[in-house]
Each structure stands twice: as C-alpha cells, then as structure tokens.
C-alpha cells in the first residue's frame, strides 16, 4: 500500500519553470534514494534525477544545469525543480522511491505521474 503522488504538473511555455513535487506514503524499507523519471507514450520511461539519504544528488546530461532535485527523507518527500524548460521535455514526471529489503533486493515505487507540457 505504498503510494506515492506527484503534483505541480502543466502548461508551460519555452524558457518557463515549474516545481513538481512527490509526496510518498506507507511503509518504505530500507528508504535510500528518491528520483525522478520521465517518459513519453512509445519510449522508455527516462531517468533524470536521484538524490539519496548520503546527500548525494545525480541528473541526466539532458538536464544537468537547467532541472535540481531536493530530497527530504524525513517526510519521504521529493522536489524537481524545472527551469528553462523546452519542448523537448514535454512528458509524463514520474517520481521513484527506492528501498532495499533485508535480502538485499533492490525495491522500487512509483507514482502515477503528473503531465509537463513545454508549449508555445
């Protein structure tokens, strides 16, 4: 019964931003990484950003610079924040939570996705 909800999707124009944020409920073991993904209808779903509980932070080359992850591990919340956004990110945000059990299996949760439209 995990679940995780994204929020703070929508319309934007080239060089706009937007904050999405991802709340995560329910019992998560082994909490480690939070991140984001993104996909569009026909593609593989696309990683574009982790940060962990070590405090460490990583971004896909395609929005190094331009997009920044906060993590709060407390409250099992995530923030991207999106600038100068272009057409090309226009998908499906998708957040991850990501846990490993004690067999050392690697867990990952989903939410259900919040729609970025970068139009002019």
């Known amino acids: 019964q995990v679940q995780l909800v994204e929020s703070g999707g929508g319309l934007v124009r080239p060089g706009g931003s937007l904050r999405l944020s991802c709340v995560a409920s329910g019992k998560i073991g082994g909490l480690y990484a939070m991140g984001w993904y993104r996909q569009v209808v026909g593609r593989q779903r696309e990683f574009i950003a982790t940060s962990t509980n070590r405090d460490t932070t990583d971004y896909a080359d395609s929005v190094k610079g331009r997009f920044t992850i906060s993590g709060d591990f407390v409250n099992k919340t995530v923030y991207l924040q999106l600038n100068s956004l272009k057409l090309k990110d226009t998908a499906v945000y998708y957040c991850?939570?990501?846990?490993?059990?004690?067999?050392?299996?690697?867990?990952?949760?989903w939410g259900q996705g919040t729609q970025v439209t970068v139009a002019s």
């Open positions: 991850s939570d990501e846990g490993i059990g004690t067999n050392g299996s690697t867990r990952q949760y």
